[in-house]
């Protein structure tokens, strides 16, 4: 009995990778020949030959399609980002780079997809707070000094802007670099922004005439970012008028309809904030040239005017001739006149001179003087009750001056009591006993101290008396 070694790998065949790769395409073809295929379009791309291409995605998912260019003009609707549909078609292979993709052949809508849904109820909202009236939109500045652009620093967009800038308007250009795609992409926009707009005028960092907000092409998903609310209302409250331009013409995001322009390509904003600088060359020259010409014209027309008007106007020496012979006439009846004039005013004054009399000028001075006699008769009893009565009225005065004087009734034995910060003492009550008065007289004030309580008899003062020197001794000195 032998034994036989099992059949080993070695003896399996070998497929090449060609022989494989349409083995598993056929395989697909048959099992999966009509699928019908429910989902949100996503990277939609219509190439120059007509064919389409797009990824049909869920929550979980995507899958690669192709709409041939054959099958397009069957489709009911035109594939466009974010749009939910449903598709029929089989699945098949690219053997060339390993992959599978659905070939499309007809395509129905089955709904706005969720990205943009949520887009349109966000649009809704802004729209209703007025952040989209055309009325609140900015105007671009003619001839902007500096411009600040927000975009990544890298990449063909940057380039394409600070080219078309160099080309038509030589202009300080600011960029702030950002991330143009992603989570953080939103945030760092809008902070870019709202840092522009807080720069002052004049300070060591210019403050932009306009902002340029840029990004290239992409699909809806790598554009969301620029859907961002926050975002959006940053750009509804800066200052500085600000120009979109994200994505391609066909791309359509919120800032777009906040902004102050919407600009179908980087280039295309580059464009809107710049003027051209050789037209306006252009231009002034143009402009110069029409001033010269309308002043030549004008002045033409002028001498024109001033010829046309010499020859209605009468010769120089006409009218000196009629004036000299005016004056003339006027010189040789002036004489005459002038005589005329003499003697009328010599008759008017003899007529007047006739009725004037010394006796009119001294009848006024003889009723005045009357007048002041009368009343100089009056003037000198007047006077004299004037001075009695204020003699009688200074003689009352005296006699009550006299019956206020404090002093009156010292000269009758009276005394005053002051105390010590000179106030007058008016109830001995007040007064405690060792403080000390002064009282005054009428020839002399004395300190005196209080003794006794309020309401004691007064004791009677002892006379002091006076000690009698002693009685002389006999005894004799020593000394």
């Not at 797009?54 to 980002?81: C, F, H, M």
């Not at 001839?143 to 975009?151: E, H, K, R, Y």
């Not at 007529?351 to 009368?374: G, H």
Request: aromatic content about 4%; glycine content about 8%.
């Amino acid at each position: 009995m032998t034994d036989v070694a099992p059949e080993t790998d070695s003896n399996a065949k070998a497929y090449s990778v060609s022989e494989l790769a349409f083995a598993l395409k056929r395989t697909l073809e048959d099992a999966y020949g009509f699928v019908r295929l429910r989902g949100e379009l996503s990277k939609v791309t219509h190439h120059s030959n007509g064919h389409v291409y797009l990824t049909i995605k869920d929550e979980r998912a995507a899958i690669d399609g192709v709409v041939w260019k054959s099958s397009v003009r069957n489709l009911s609707i035109r594939p466009q980002q974010g749009m939910e549909v449903v598709v029929t078609g089989k699945i098949t292979t690219y053997p060339a780079g390993s992959r599978y993709q659905m070939v499309i052949e007809t395509m129905e809508a089955a709904g706005v997809g969720a990205l943009l849904a949520q887009l349109e109820r966000l649009k809704a909202k802004l729209q209703g707070e007025g952040l989209f009236e055309a009325s609140r939109k900015r105007p671009l500045p003619v001839m902007p000094a500096v411009v600040g652009v927000i975009t990544s620093p890298t990449g063909a967009v940057i380039r394409d802007i600070l080219h078309r800038i160099r080309d038509r308007w030589p202009c300080r250009v600011i960029v702030w670099p950002v991330v143009v795609q992603g989570d953080a992409a939103a945030g760092q926009v809008a902070n870019a922004i709202a840092r522009f707009n807080e720069l002052t005028p004049g300070g060591v960092v210019p403050r932009p005439d306009i902002l340029i907000v840029a990004r290239g092409g992409g699909s809806i998903e790598d554009l969301w970012a620029f859907n961002d609310e926050g975002l959006a209302r940053t750009v509804a409250a800066g200052t500085i008028p600000l120009i979109s331009a994200v994505g391609h013409e066909t791309d359509t995001t919120l800032i777009d309809f906040v902004s102050d322009r919407r600009a179908p390509t980087p280039t295309a904003a580059a464009e809107m904030a710049t003027p051209v600088l050789a037209e306006l060359r252009g231009y002034i020259g143009d402009l110069s040239a029409r001033l010269h010409r309308c002043g030549g014209r004008v002045v033409e027309d002028r001498r024109g005017r001033v010829e046309h008007a010499g020859r209605a106007l009468a010769r120089v020496p006409d009218l000196v001739e009629m004036a000299a012979q005016r004056f003339n006439l006027a010189a040789s009846r002036l004489g005459a006149g002038l005589s005329r004039n003499v003697a009328a005013h010599g008759t008017d004054l003899v007529r007047v001179s006739a009725r004037l009399n010394p006796a009119l000028l001294r009848r006024p001075q003889q009723v005045q003087a009357d007048r002041l006699e009368r009343l100089a008769v009056r003037l000198e009893p007047a006077m004299e009750r004037r001075l009695e009565r204020a003699g009688d009225r200074l003689t009352s005065l005296s006699k009550l001056y006299a019956s206020v004087d404090p002093s009156a009734p010292l000269k009758r034995g009276f005394a005053r009591v002051h105390r010590t910060d000179g106030s007058l003492v008016r109830q001995g009550a007040s007064l405690v006993s060792g403080e000390t008065v002064r009282l005054v007289f009428a020839d002399e004030g004395r300190d005196a101290i209080i003794d006794g309580q309020a309401g004691a008899p007064a004791r009677p003062v002892k006379p002091a008396r006076v000690s009698k020197p002693p009685p002389p001794s006999n005894q004799g000195d020593l000394f």
